[in-house]
């Protein structure tokens, strides 16, 4: 596995004034970790800050908005970018949660200030306070309609919101345990929900009803995803003819990442076991890169690529460092990956 470069700060704002600096290191798998550190020594005459490495390492390329730092002894390279833009104002502690509009016009986030409030995307202005959970929200995201939002709590209960005007539409309860993780099927007349009560369940928005317990294993699932599964797949038949409160179900499958170390793929319509795979740890997220390839993180830092047709051994594992895998995110040919460090 390739070696891992890392800056130890906030190199954006170390590097600001005329003498920061930054730590770096670079960690090959099985290998003593490499320490160095970036330092800036003023501007150059086209405004770019003039930055050099200590020995070990080498600035490659620095422009005002990111650097690019290689490690020779280790064939490494990293181009580390500052932030476009911060908004340090729209909560006092840390964000669990967050999502951006269809239209990229709007954000949602939670946090442990045990906020969930709505903002402009473009400058973090704060547009609407989302108040009605008890306890901690866990999970946010936007409808594809941009102009509604589904929430999951501490409490145990699944909330839809107006963004316009932040009034709760619908409060969904059932779920015995704190919500986790939610997903929208299609254009979300349906919405999926897990918890800690080991329990996913599909809701019908219209009629604020449950229409069915999807998966009960008796441990938290942590994180789930619906995706619409290959046609070689076999999805199962389900044991009765499904509601026709039903919509966009046929043909979907469901992960469920669960904290008994087991990411589990269900039918969405007949609620058949599909696959069943065995991680090294606590499974936390999973998302689909295609309707084949899907990705799963666990507490101890592990991100298995698998191919739902044959999920026997992954393509590959990806081990940066044992900290928590909390969220992956599809993005162009590859994907964004966060963890707890």
Sequence with gaps: MAATLRIQS????????????????????GKPTLYGSVTRRGLSSDGVPDIVASEGFMVREVTKKSI??????????????APYTSFCRIHQKSITCLDISSGGGLGVS??????????????????????????????CRFFPSGLVVLSGGMDAQLKIWSAEDASCVVTFKGHKGGILDTAIVDRGR????????????????????????IADYGSPINGIAVGTADNSLNLGSPEKPPSEREVGTEGKILLLAREDKKLQGVGLQSRQPVFLFVGSDAFNC?????????????????????????????????????????S????RDGFIASQGN
């Excluded at 690019?68 to 970018?81: D, G, R, V």
């Excluded at 996913?200 to 009803?209: E, F, N, P, T, V």
């Design 286 to 326: 999973c998302t689909f890169l295609s309707s084949t390839y899907i990705l799963a993180g666990t507490q101890d830092g592990n991100i298995y690529q698998l191919d739902v047709r044959s999920t026997n051994a992954p393509i590959q594992v990806i081990h940066r460092s044992g900290a928590p895998v909390l």
């Design 10 to 29: 906030d190199w954006s704002k170390a590097l600001s004034r005329d003498e920061g600096e930054a730590w770096l290191s670079c960690r090959s798998p």
């Design 190 to 213: 349906n919405v999926l929900s897990c918890s800690r009560d080991g329990t996913a369940r599909l809701w019908d928005c219209g009629k604020s009803a449950c229409l069915g317990i």
């Design 328 to 331: 992956l995110l599809p993005y």
């Design 110 to 139: 939670t946090s442990t200030d045990g906020t969930m409030k709505i903002w402009q995307a473009a400058n973090g202005e704060i547009r609407r306070l989302l108040e009605g959970h008890v306890y901690d929200v866990n999970c």
């Design 68 to 81: 690019l730092i290689s490690c020779p002894h280790e064939n490494a390279s990293t181009k580390f970018l």
